[in-house]
């Protein structure tokens, strides 16, 4: 099983670029969900999505779009890269949201703005 | 922001030592509260996920308990090993999101 997979693992975006950092899972996963984790910071939520066709914002959604139009693919775009989205991103996904089912995570992507 | 606050936020210990950490969380509308074990260089691990006041679950030397009318679970290694290190996180599930705290960094010394 190839699980959660994140790519690219290394990024590094000018200021004010834009990018999409790619998320896929193959254990058919409702829930899936992006966070950054910063030092000093617990995992933050970005974005989740409870099934394909349905998004929301999580803790710091701003500066970032999702989209879920497949059950599997969950891309997260910065739109206009900013140095304050230098962070490590790490997708994640679960069986179903609530109660008994832990994350499965991927490998997570290094992401660098100058 | 619902707060997960976890402590110490770092552990030296000798190995064979035993030892336990504490995850502390606001105990309205709880659902459930995940355990992960976060490797250096990799990616978190889930470890335990309890949901009723009194659960305990343990997996080889590693349990946990909660107790949701208090707001706190609590993370024990029995007989630490090195291969124990790593930073061990817990997060709070209020339905649709997860809210992580800062971890307990553990290092087992040989």
């Given at each position: ?16 670029q834009s990018m ?58 910065l739109l206009s ?34 | ?110």
């Open positions: 099983n190839a699980g959660v997979t994140q790519t690219p693992k290394f990024q590094v975006l000018k200021t004010g999409t950092l790619q998320c896929a899972q193959d254990m058919n996963h409702e829930y899936m969900s992006w966070y950054r984790q910063d030092p000093g910071m617990g995992l933050r939520l970005i974005h989740y999505s409870v099934g394909a066709g349905i998004t929301d914002q999580g803790e710091v959604p701003n500066g970032y779009n999702v989209s879920r139009s497949t059950t599997e693919d969950f891309p997260l775009r890269a900013a140095p304050s989205q230098t962070s490590v991103y790490f997708c994640a996904s679960s069986y179903a949201t609530g109660t008994a089912y832990g994350y499965t995570f991927g490998s997570g992507t290094r992401l660098t703005v100058v | 922001i619902l707060n997960v606050e976890q402590s110490p936020q770092s552990l030296h210990v000798q190995e064979g030592d035993s030892t336990n950490f504490t995850c502390s969380f606001p105990s309205s509308n709880f659902y459930a509260l995940h355990w992960y074990r976060w490797e250096t260089a990799k990616s978190p691990e889930a470890l335990f996920v309890m949901t009723l006041n009194g659960d305990e679950k343990k997996k080889g030397r590693i349990s946990a308990t909660l107790n949701t009318k208090e707001g706190y679970s609590y993370l024990y290694i029995k007989g630490s090993q090195p291969e124990d290190s790593a930073t061990y996180l817990c997060a709070r599930n209020t339905g649709n999101q997860f809210y992580f705290g800062t971890g307990t960094s553990l290092t087992v010394i040989p």
